[in-house]
């Protein structure tokens, strides 16, 4: 699975409502990503990758696609996604 595949996952199991989650999706306008929310979604980013996240590194990410690209940035290990 890749990065994003997994990312968009992660997000998919922290959202209240079912939506369509693409790269291009906006978090906060596009799928109600509120500041709790945003934190458990790093919280399970943490978990899935055995990594520890700055969350003050994550404000101001606009879209999903901005998740994988500041992961793959931060902590390139990540980059292949989950098996």
Avoid at 36 to 48: A, G, N, P, S
Wanted: proline share 1%; hydrophobic share 40%.
């Amino acid at each position: 699975m890749t990065l994003e595949n997994t990312i968009r996952e992660i997000i998919a199991r922290n959202l209240e409502i079912k939506c369509e989650i693409t790269s291009q999706s906006r978090l906060i306008d596009d799928l109600g990503v509120d500041s709790f929310t945003m934190l458990m979604i790093v919280d399970d980013i943490e978990e899935e990758f055995s990594i520890v996240i700055d969350e003050n590194n994550f404000s101001g990410l606009e879209k999903v696609a901005d998740i994988s690209e500041r992961l793959i940035k931060d902590f390139p290990e990540v980059e292949g996604g989950r098996q």
